[in-house]
């Protein structure tokens, strides 16, 4: 059995690390506050905006990177995505024997937008804003560690707790874009943890990962989806609080070809088990 230290145990993070122990693995979890974590996980409190110098970090076979921005701003992300990232390498790197493997939590922000068109592990990336462009920043100290390293690119990330589309489209804020398709990307938080626990005892993972679901989809296609699963108004046409998205579709190809199968393949399943779950 293995020795895990996930960095940045909250959504993601924490139930990968429940889902390792309950496995048999010894897993610890580094957070600012460890305090809610559960019992599975041993807690190993840190604030990685500072160097780990009076930190005594556990020995351990791979490290998963898990850290989010707190905040949508330039200063969090790069707290989150850079900082953070180059003083847990420094505080491995001072150890006597380093992780086998290190595993990054990217986006596929590092893209920008494409147009609609697919991408996949070969496309450059192409960041359009401070959002991708750190990311990205956070994936080049990845590679250039002493030990491997593997970047997740991940999609949208929807599950348990996380309904608040749902409960727009129930009460009819949905409103889709205008113009052609707008294309989106997106995993189940449960397949973004199959997918590190898959990917952190295969032998040899690749350098990049792209973590979405089998289908990307338009906007559109999943308001109008969601409105009828919950029988809200079906969406009209207009401009969106939100006007940053990207358009492109993300190929998992490399991901499923590696013999990863998906509990939740499409936005349909993943919506559906959470509309149906009880309160």
């Not at 506050?33 to 970090?57: C, E, M």
């Amino acid at each position: 059995m293995s020795r895990v230290l996930i960095a940045g145990c909250g959504y993601v993070g924490t139930e990968l690390g429940i889902r390792l122990e309950g496995a048999g693995h010894d897993v610890w979890g580094l957070r600012r506050d460890p305090g809610p974590l559960p019992p599975a996980i041993r807690p190993l409190a840190a604030d990685l905006r500072a160097p780990l110098h009076d930190t005594a970090l556990p020995r351990v076979d791979r490290v998963v990177y898990a850290v989010g921005a707190s905040a949508p701003t330039a200063v969090s992300y790069r707290d989150a995505y850079v900082t953070g990232v180059r003083h847990l390498l420094a505080a491995l790197g001072r150890q006597a024997g380093p992780p086998a493997h290190f595993f990054f939590l990217s986006s596929t922000a590092v893209y920008g937008d494409a147009e609609g068109s697919w991408v996949d592990e070969r496309t450059e990336p192409a960041p359009e804003n401070f959002r991708g462009a750190t990311v990205l920043e956070g994936e080049a100290l990845v590679r250039g560690a002493d030990h491997p390293g593997t970047c997740v690119r991940l999609g949208g990330i929807y599950g348990p707790g996380r309904t608040r589309l749902i409960e727009r489209a129930r009460r009819g804020e949905l409103r889709c874009p205008p113009g052609g398709p707008i294309w989106s990307n997106r995993i189940h938080r449960d397949d973004a943890v199959g997918v590190l626990g898959h990917l952190l005892f295969r032998a040899g993972p690749a350098p990049v990962y792209l973590a979405v679901d089998d289908e990307p989809a338009p906007l559109c296609e999943v308001y109008r989806y969601l409105a009828a699963l919950t029988g809200g108004p079906k969406p009209a046409v207009g401009v969106s609080v939100r006007s940053t998205r990207t358009n492109k579709r993300c190929s998992n190809a490399l991901l499923t070809a590696s013999g990863y199968s998906f509990r939740y393949p499409t936005y349909r399943e993943g919506y559906r088990a959470l509309a149906d779950a009880p309160c």
